[in-house]
Protein backbone atom coordinates (compact mmCIF):
# COMPACT_ATOMS: atom_id res chain seq x y z
CA UNK A 1 0.00 0.00 0.00
CA UNK A 2 2.70 2.34 0.63
CA UNK A 3 3.60 2.17 -2.85
CA UNK A 4 0.48 3.16 -4.47
CA UNK A 5 -0.50 6.67 -5.12
CA UNK A 6 -2.53 9.04 -3.10
CA UNK A 7 -5.25 9.40 -5.40
CA UNK A 8 -5.76 6.17 -5.70
CA UNK A 9 -6.04 5.09 -1.70
CA UNK A 10 -8.66 8.35 -1.86
CA UNK A 11 -10.50 6.45 -4.50
CA UNK A 12 -10.41 3.01 -2.44
CA UNK A 13 -11.34 5.04 1.03
CA UNK A 14 -14.52 6.40 -1.49
CA UNK A 15 -15.87 3.06 -1.95
CA UNK A 16 -15.62 2.32 1.65
CA UNK A 17 -18.39 5.38 1.88
CA UNK A 18 -19.54 4.66 5.86
CA UNK A 19 -18.22 7.49 7.45
CA UNK A 20 -17.28 5.92 10.76
CA UNK A 21 -15.26 3.07 8.58
CA UNK A 22 -13.68 6.47 6.57
CA UNK A 23 -12.77 7.85 9.77
CA UNK A 24 -11.00 4.96 11.60
CA UNK A 25 -9.01 4.22 7.85
CA UNK A 26 -7.93 8.42 8.30
CA UNK A 27 -5.74 7.81 11.00
CA UNK A 28 -3.99 4.63 9.84
CA UNK A 29 -0.92 6.99 8.65
CA UNK A 30 -0.39 10.72 6.90
CA UNK A 31 -0.33 9.18 3.89
CA UNK A 32 -3.91 7.94 4.56
CA UNK A 33 -5.09 10.96 6.19
CA UNK A 34 -4.34 13.16 3.19
CA UNK A 35 -5.71 10.95 0.58
CA UNK A 36 -9.12 11.38 2.89
CA UNK A 37 -8.27 14.85 3.27
CA UNK A 38 -7.70 15.57 -0.57
CA UNK A 39 -9.33 12.51 -2.51
CA UNK A 40 -11.94 11.15 -0.72
CA UNK A 41 -14.85 11.58 -3.43
CA UNK A 42 -17.63 9.68 -1.25
CA UNK A 43 -19.10 9.81 2.43
CA UNK A 44 -22.35 8.54 4.13
CA UNK A 45 -22.94 9.30 7.73
CA UNK A 46 -26.23 7.52 9.24
CA UNK A 47 -27.08 7.59 12.98
CA UNK A 48 -27.15 3.39 13.07
CA UNK A 49 -23.28 3.55 12.34
CA UNK A 50 -22.79 5.58 15.24
CA UNK A 51 -23.09 3.92 19.20
CA UNK A 52 -26.62 4.75 20.63
CA UNK A 53 -25.94 6.94 23.60
CA UNK A 54 -24.16 9.48 21.27
CA UNK A 55 -25.90 13.08 21.79
CA UNK A 56 -27.03 14.70 19.15
CA UNK A 57 -24.27 17.52 19.60
CA UNK A 58 -21.89 15.07 19.81
CA UNK A 59 -23.24 13.68 16.45
CA UNK A 60 -23.36 17.19 15.20
CA UNK A 61 -19.45 17.38 15.60
CA UNK A 62 -18.27 14.65 14.19
CA UNK A 63 -20.07 15.48 10.99
CA UNK A 64 -18.99 18.75 10.92
CA UNK A 65 -15.07 18.03 11.16
CA UNK A 66 -15.13 15.05 9.27
CA UNK A 67 -16.64 16.75 6.26
CA UNK A 68 -14.49 20.06 6.98
CA UNK A 69 -11.43 17.58 6.83
CA UNK A 70 -12.39 16.65 2.80
CA UNK A 71 -11.65 18.51 -0.12
CA UNK A 72 -13.68 17.93 -3.29
CA UNK A 73 -16.50 15.80 -1.90
CA UNK A 74 -18.77 14.74 -4.81
CA UNK A 75 -21.40 12.53 -2.54
CA UNK A 76 -22.71 12.56 0.24
CA UNK A 77 -25.44 11.23 2.10
CA UNK A 78 -26.66 11.71 5.61
CA UNK A 79 -29.70 10.39 7.25
CA UNK A 80 -30.45 10.67 11.14
CA UNK A 81 -33.10 9.06 13.00
CA UNK A 82 -35.84 11.17 14.41
CA UNK A 83 -34.82 10.76 17.89
CA UNK A 84 -31.95 13.48 16.94
CA UNK A 85 -33.03 17.27 16.00
CA UNK A 86 -30.11 19.00 14.56
CA UNK A 87 -29.56 22.94 14.70
CA UNK A 88 -29.76 24.45 11.43
CA UNK A 89 -26.37 26.27 11.42
CA UNK A 90 -24.09 23.36 11.86
CA UNK A 91 -26.39 21.74 8.67
CA UNK A 92 -26.49 25.12 7.11
CA UNK A 93 -22.60 24.75 7.36
CA UNK A 94 -22.17 21.45 5.28
CA UNK A 95 -24.23 22.25 2.57
CA UNK A 96 -22.45 25.32 2.00
CA UNK A 97 -18.88 23.79 2.45
CA UNK A 98 -19.42 20.76 0.00
CA UNK A 99 -21.76 22.83 -2.69
CA UNK A 100 -19.49 24.12 -5.08
CA UNK A 101 -18.06 20.34 -5.95
CA UNK A 102 -21.30 18.78 -4.23
CA UNK A 103 -22.70 15.89 -7.50
CA UNK A 104 -25.13 13.50 -5.73
CA UNK A 105 -27.31 14.33 -2.14
CA UNK A 106 -28.68 12.20 0.15
CA UNK A 107 -30.70 13.82 3.09
CA UNK A 108 -32.59 12.91 6.11
CA UNK A 109 -32.40 15.38 8.82
CA UNK A 110 -34.58 16.96 11.16
CA UNK A 111 -33.75 20.63 12.26
CA UNK A 112 -34.73 23.11 14.22
CA UNK A 113 -36.01 25.88 12.00
CA UNK A 114 -36.41 23.33 9.09
CA UNK A 115 -33.17 23.86 6.68
CA UNK A 116 -34.54 25.10 2.86
CA UNK A 117 -31.94 22.56 0.79
CA UNK A 118 -33.38 23.99 -2.48
CA UNK A 119 -32.12 27.53 -1.46
CA UNK A 120 -29.00 25.94 -0.27
CA UNK A 121 -28.07 24.06 -3.42
CA UNK A 122 -29.68 25.97 -6.22
CA UNK A 123 -27.70 27.23 -8.99
CA UNK A 124 -24.75 24.39 -8.18
CA UNK A 125 -23.48 21.23 -9.86
CA UNK A 126 -25.83 18.47 -8.23
CA UNK A 127 -26.88 15.66 -10.45
CA UNK A 128 -28.99 13.56 -8.22
CA UNK A 129 -30.85 15.22 -4.92
CA UNK A 130 -32.93 12.55 -2.59
CA UNK A 131 -35.14 13.88 0.35
CA UNK A 132 -36.42 12.60 2.92
CA UNK A 133 -38.92 13.80 5.50
CA UNK A 134 -38.61 17.25 4.60
CA UNK A 135 -41.04 20.16 4.07
CA UNK A 136 -40.83 22.09 0.92
CA UNK A 137 -42.38 25.94 0.54
CA UNK A 138 -41.87 29.03 -1.43
CA UNK A 139 -40.32 27.20 -4.56
CA UNK A 140 -38.54 30.14 -6.80
CA UNK A 141 -37.34 28.77 -10.09
CA UNK A 142 -35.87 31.84 -11.34
CA UNK A 143 -33.19 31.20 -8.40
CA UNK A 144 -33.43 27.69 -7.18
CA UNK A 145 -32.78 26.51 -10.21
CA UNK A 146 -30.62 23.06 -10.84
CA UNK A 147 -29.59 22.99 -14.28
CA UNK A 148 -27.66 20.09 -13.78
CA UNK A 149 -29.90 18.01 -11.80
CA UNK A 150 -30.73 14.40 -13.47
CA UNK A 151 -31.95 12.46 -10.62
CA UNK A 152 -34.83 13.63 -8.22
CA UNK A 153 -36.76 11.63 -5.39
CA UNK A 154 -38.89 12.60 -2.86
CA UNK A 155 -39.75 10.38 0.36
CA UNK A 156 -42.25 11.45 3.26
CA UNK A 157 -41.95 15.35 2.04
CA UNK A 158 -44.35 17.76 2.36
CA UNK A 159 -44.61 20.36 -0.66
CA UNK A 160 -47.56 22.00 -2.77
CA UNK A 161 -48.42 20.80 -6.14
CA UNK A 162 -48.28 23.84 -7.46
CA UNK A 163 -44.10 24.03 -5.58
CA UNK A 164 -43.60 20.45 -6.83
CA UNK A 165 -44.59 21.27 -11.01
CA UNK A 166 -42.23 24.59 -10.68
CA UNK A 167 -39.15 22.40 -8.58
CA UNK A 168 -40.07 19.72 -11.97
CA UNK A 169 -39.71 22.87 -14.52
CA UNK A 170 -36.59 23.88 -12.90
CA UNK A 171 -35.09 20.90 -13.96
CA UNK A 172 -34.12 21.17 -17.34
CA UNK A 173 -32.38 18.24 -17.40
CA UNK A 174 -34.14 15.81 -14.91
CA UNK A 175 -34.79 12.36 -16.13
CA UNK A 176 -35.96 10.32 -13.41
CA UNK A 177 -38.37 11.53 -10.53
CA UNK A 178 -39.79 9.25 -7.45
CA UNK A 179 -42.24 10.32 -5.46
CA UNK A 180 -42.87 8.29 -2.66
CA UNK A 181 -45.69 9.06 0.07
CA UNK A 182 -46.31 12.63 -0.66
CA UNK A 183 -48.08 14.82 1.57
CA UNK A 184 -49.42 17.50 -1.27
CA UNK A 185 -50.76 20.61 1.03
CA UNK A 186 -53.33 21.94 -0.79
CA UNK A 187 -56.59 24.12 0.09
CA UNK A 188 -58.81 22.65 -2.38
CA UNK A 189 -60.64 19.66 -2.15
CA UNK A 190 -60.12 18.46 -5.35
CA UNK A 191 -56.36 18.22 -5.60
CA UNK A 192 -55.01 18.08 -9.47
CA UNK A 193 -51.30 17.82 -9.46
CA UNK A 194 -49.88 19.14 -12.75
CA UNK A 195 -46.20 18.17 -14.15
CA UNK A 196 -44.53 19.25 -17.46
CA UNK A 197 -40.89 18.23 -18.47
CA UNK A 198 -39.19 17.51 -21.85
CA UNK A 199 -36.33 15.13 -20.56
CA UNK A 200 -38.21 13.26 -18.05
CA UNK A 201 -37.71 9.32 -18.38
CA UNK A 202 -39.20 7.97 -15.59
CA UNK A 203 -41.67 8.42 -12.92
CA UNK A 204 -42.21 6.67 -10.33
CA UNK A 205 -45.56 7.88 -7.58
CA UNK A 206 -46.59 6.24 -4.58
CA UNK A 207 -49.25 7.19 -1.92
CA UNK A 208 -49.45 10.64 -3.49
CA UNK A 209 -51.99 13.11 -1.69
CA UNK A 210 -53.46 14.04 -4.34
CA UNK A 211 -57.00 13.56 -6.63
CA UNK A 212 -55.88 14.19 -10.22
CA UNK A 213 -52.22 13.93 -11.71
CA UNK A 214 -52.13 15.25 -15.15
CA UNK A 215 -48.20 14.55 -16.62
CA UNK A 216 -46.61 15.91 -19.73
CA UNK A 217 -43.58 14.20 -20.38
CA UNK A 218 -42.24 13.98 -24.02
CA UNK A 219 -39.81 11.42 -23.78
CA UNK A 220 -41.15 9.23 -20.37
CA UNK A 221 -40.45 5.43 -20.81
CA UNK A 222 -40.88 4.24 -17.09
CA UNK A 223 -44.38 5.02 -15.59
CA UNK A 224 -45.06 3.21 -12.44
CA UNK A 225 -47.74 3.85 -10.02
CA UNK A 226 -48.31 2.13 -6.92
CA UNK A 227 -50.82 2.70 -3.86
CA UNK A 228 -52.67 5.54 -5.20
CA UNK A 229 -56.53 6.52 -5.48
CA UNK A 230 -57.33 9.06 -8.17
CA UNK A 231 -60.27 9.91 -10.00
CA UNK A 232 -57.53 10.51 -12.86
CA UNK A 233 -54.55 10.30 -14.44
CA UNK A 234 -53.66 11.62 -17.32
CA UNK A 235 -50.62 10.94 -19.87
CA UNK A 236 -49.46 13.73 -22.28
CA UNK A 237 -46.59 11.76 -24.36
CA UNK A 238 -45.07 11.07 -28.01
CA UNK A 239 -45.22 6.68 -28.12
CA UNK A 240 -41.66 6.44 -25.77
CA UNK A 241 -43.21 4.56 -22.72
CA UNK A 242 -41.56 1.15 -22.78
CA UNK A 243 -42.32 0.50 -18.87
CA UNK A 244 -45.95 0.46 -17.47
CA UNK A 245 -46.45 -0.98 -14.31
CA UNK A 246 -49.54 -0.25 -12.31
CA UNK A 247 -49.45 -1.76 -8.46
CA UNK A 248 -52.57 -1.66 -5.66
CA UNK A 249 -54.11 1.63 -7.68
CA UNK A 250 -57.96 3.11 -7.94
CA UNK A 251 -58.28 4.98 -10.67
CA UNK A 252 -61.53 6.41 -12.19
CA UNK A 253 -60.18 7.62 -15.70
CA UNK A 254 -56.92 6.21 -16.68
CA UNK A 255 -55.66 8.28 -19.81
CA UNK A 256 -52.27 7.17 -21.16
CA UNK A 257 -53.16 8.39 -25.07
CA UNK A 258 -51.26 7.30 -27.58
CA UNK A 259 -48.48 7.08 -25.50
CA UNK A 260 -48.41 2.97 -25.77
CA UNK A 261 -47.44 1.77 -28.86
CA UNK A 262 -43.88 0.93 -28.28
CA UNK A 263 -44.84 -0.66 -25.05
CA UNK A 264 -42.49 -3.67 -23.98
CA UNK A 265 -43.50 -4.25 -20.42
CA UNK A 266 -46.95 -4.26 -18.78
CA UNK A 267 -47.42 -5.33 -15.08
CA UNK A 268 -50.68 -4.83 -13.75
CA UNK A 269 -51.37 -6.13 -9.93
CA UNK A 270 -54.03 -5.37 -7.37
CA UNK A 271 -56.19 -3.51 -9.56
CA UNK A 272 -59.17 -3.22 -11.09
CA UNK A 273 -59.33 -3.67 -14.87
CA UNK A 274 -62.56 -2.99 -17.59
CA UNK A 275 -60.87 -5.10 -20.18
CA UNK A 276 -62.36 -3.51 -23.09
CA UNK A 277 -61.08 -0.53 -22.23
CA UNK A 278 -57.24 -1.51 -20.62
CA UNK A 279 -56.85 -3.67 -24.01
CA UNK A 280 -57.66 -1.17 -26.25
CA UNK A 281 -55.16 1.30 -23.90
CA UNK A 282 -52.17 -1.54 -24.64
CA UNK A 283 -53.50 -3.34 -28.15
CA UNK A 284 -51.22 -1.20 -30.19
CA UNK A 285 -48.06 -2.23 -28.67
CA UNK A 286 -46.92 -4.70 -31.15
CA UNK A 287 -43.56 -5.13 -29.86
CA UNK A 288 -44.78 -5.99 -26.43
CA UNK A 289 -42.15 -8.58 -24.81
CA UNK A 290 -43.36 -8.76 -20.86
CA UNK A 291 -47.15 -8.85 -19.73
CA UNK A 292 -48.37 -9.52 -16.20
CA UNK A 293 -52.28 -9.51 -14.85
CA UNK A 294 -51.75 -10.45 -10.91
CA UNK A 295 -54.33 -10.74 -8.57
CA UNK A 296 -56.47 -8.26 -10.99
CA UNK A 297 -60.19 -8.38 -10.46
CA UNK A 298 -62.52 -7.63 -13.95
CA UNK A 299 -65.36 -4.81 -13.57
CA UNK A 300 -67.47 -7.10 -15.20
CA UNK A 301 -67.30 -10.28 -13.92
CA UNK A 302 -68.37 -12.15 -17.35
CA UNK A 303 -64.66 -11.07 -18.87
CA UNK A 304 -61.50 -12.65 -18.87
CA UNK A 305 -58.47 -12.09 -20.83
CA UNK A 306 -58.35 -14.71 -24.01
CA UNK A 307 -55.13 -16.66 -24.73
CA UNK A 308 -56.17 -15.89 -28.48
CA UNK A 309 -56.61 -11.89 -28.17
CA UNK A 310 -52.97 -11.80 -26.42
CA UNK A 311 -51.55 -14.50 -29.46
CA UNK A 312 -52.61 -12.15 -32.40
CA UNK A 313 -52.07 -8.53 -30.42
CA UNK A 314 -48.82 -9.41 -28.94
CA UNK A 315 -46.37 -11.69 -31.35
CA UNK A 316 -43.13 -10.95 -29.58
CA UNK A 317 -44.44 -11.64 -26.01
CA UNK A 318 -42.15 -14.04 -24.23
CA UNK A 319 -42.90 -13.75 -20.67
CA UNK A 320 -46.42 -13.95 -19.57
CA UNK A 321 -48.15 -13.90 -15.97
CA UNK A 322 -51.69 -14.37 -15.29
CA UNK A 323 -53.43 -14.87 -11.98
CA UNK A 324 -56.83 -13.82 -11.53
CA UNK A 325 -59.75 -16.12 -10.38
CA UNK A 326 -61.37 -17.87 -12.73
CA UNK A 327 -64.90 -18.13 -12.57
CA UNK A 328 -66.91 -20.87 -13.55
CA UNK A 329 -67.94 -21.09 -17.26
CA UNK A 330 -65.16 -19.14 -18.52
CA UNK A 331 -62.56 -21.49 -18.61
CA UNK A 332 -63.08 -22.65 -22.42
CA UNK A 333 -63.52 -18.52 -23.10
CA UNK A 334 -60.18 -17.86 -21.87
CA UNK A 335 -58.71 -20.88 -24.12
CA UNK A 336 -60.62 -19.73 -27.11
CA UNK A 337 -58.66 -19.38 -30.91
CA UNK A 338 -55.74 -21.46 -31.58
CA UNK A 339 -52.79 -19.39 -32.69
CA UNK A 340 -49.77 -20.03 -30.74
CA UNK A 341 -47.95 -18.11 -28.13
CA UNK A 342 -44.91 -18.57 -30.36
CA UNK A 343 -42.50 -16.74 -28.81
CA UNK A 344 -43.59 -17.20 -24.94
CA UNK A 345 -40.44 -18.99 -23.00
CA UNK A 346 -41.46 -18.06 -19.54
CA UNK A 347 -44.89 -18.67 -18.21
CA UNK A 348 -46.42 -17.93 -14.78
CA UNK A 349 -49.79 -18.90 -13.50
CA UNK A 350 -51.07 -18.46 -10.10
CA UNK A 351 -53.94 -18.66 -7.58
CA UNK A 352 -55.37 -17.06 -4.99
CA UNK A 353 -58.68 -19.70 -3.94
CA UNK A 354 -57.74 -23.05 -5.69
CA UNK A 355 -60.57 -24.13 -8.02
CA UNK A 356 -60.73 -27.22 -10.18
CA UNK A 357 -60.08 -25.06 -13.40
CA UNK A 358 -56.91 -24.48 -12.07
CA UNK A 359 -55.56 -27.69 -13.60
CA UNK A 360 -56.89 -27.75 -17.40
CA UNK A 361 -56.46 -24.18 -17.29
CA UNK A 362 -52.54 -24.49 -16.98
CA UNK A 363 -52.67 -27.34 -19.31
CA UNK A 364 -54.26 -25.25 -22.15
CA UNK A 365 -52.08 -22.33 -21.69
CA UNK A 366 -48.96 -24.47 -21.95
CA UNK A 367 -50.28 -26.11 -24.82
CA UNK A 368 -50.62 -22.92 -26.21
CA UNK A 369 -46.28 -22.17 -25.69
CA UNK A 370 -44.67 -24.41 -27.76
CA UNK A 371 -41.38 -23.16 -26.74
CA UNK A 372 -42.03 -22.91 -23.14
CA UNK A 373 -39.37 -23.49 -21.49
CA UNK A 374 -39.87 -22.29 -18.06
CA UNK A 375 -43.32 -22.81 -16.01
CA UNK A 376 -43.67 -20.92 -12.59
CA UNK A 377 -46.85 -22.06 -10.24
CA UNK A 378 -48.01 -19.44 -7.70
CA UNK A 379 -50.60 -20.26 -5.35
CA UNK A 380 -51.91 -19.47 -2.00
CA UNK A 381 -52.54 -21.75 0.64
CA UNK A 382 -54.80 -21.26 3.52
CA UNK A 383 -53.82 -22.29 6.84
CA UNK A 384 -57.16 -24.59 8.00
CA UNK A 385 -57.96 -26.07 4.43
CA UNK A 386 -61.17 -27.98 4.09
CA UNK A 387 -61.43 -31.01 2.45
CA UNK A 388 -62.81 -30.16 -0.65
CA UNK A 389 -59.15 -27.84 -0.98
CA UNK A 390 -57.29 -30.64 0.26
CA UNK A 391 -58.56 -32.64 -2.76
CA UNK A 392 -58.62 -30.33 -5.07
CA UNK A 393 -54.65 -29.48 -4.43
CA UNK A 394 -54.10 -33.36 -4.05
CA UNK A 395 -55.64 -33.58 -7.49
CA UNK A 396 -53.61 -30.41 -8.93
CA UNK A 397 -50.51 -32.04 -7.78
CA UNK A 398 -51.19 -35.39 -10.13
CA UNK A 399 -52.24 -33.49 -12.67
CA UNK A 400 -48.62 -31.50 -12.38
CA UNK A 401 -46.73 -34.21 -12.34
CA UNK A 402 -48.15 -35.81 -15.67
CA UNK A 403 -47.70 -32.66 -16.97
CA UNK A 404 -43.56 -32.72 -16.30
CA UNK A 405 -43.91 -36.32 -17.87
CA UNK A 406 -45.16 -35.04 -21.06
CA UNK A 407 -43.27 -31.76 -21.28
CA UNK A 408 -39.95 -32.89 -19.84
CA UNK A 409 -37.93 -29.48 -21.28
CA UNK A 410 -39.72 -27.38 -19.00
CA UNK A 411 -38.33 -26.20 -15.99
CA UNK A 412 -41.13 -26.31 -13.55
CA UNK A 413 -41.05 -24.39 -10.43
CA UNK A 414 -43.79 -23.69 -7.36
CA UNK A 415 -44.01 -20.96 -5.17
CA UNK A 416 -46.64 -20.98 -2.71
CA UNK A 417 -47.82 -18.51 -0.09
Known sequence: MEHLPVEVIGNIL?????????????????????????????????????????????LEIVITQTIFQTM???????????THEFSAAPVIAWLMYTRETLR??????????????????????LEVLDLDHNTITGVEPSYQRFTCL???????????????????????????LALDVLEVVTSDPQSTMELTSHTLKSLFAKSVGVDKIILD???LEVLHLNALNLDLFELIGKRTLKHLKIDDVSVTHLDIGDSTDNLEIVDVSNFTIVWPKFYNMISRASNLRMLRFWGVVFDDEDEIVDSETIAVSFPLLRHLSLSYELRDGLLHYSLQGSSPLENVSVLELGWTVISEHFGPWVFGMIERCPNLKKLVIHGVLSEAKTREERQMLASFTSFIVCLMRKYVHVDVQFEYE
Open 72 to 82: GLQCLSIHIDN
Open 14 to 58: SHLGVARDVMVASVVCRKWWDACRRHLRLLSFNSDDFPRDMTTRQ
Open 217 to 219: ADN
Open 150 to 176: KSLSLRHVSISALDLSLLVAACPKIEL
Open 104 to 125: SLSYNVRTIPNVNILEKCGRQK
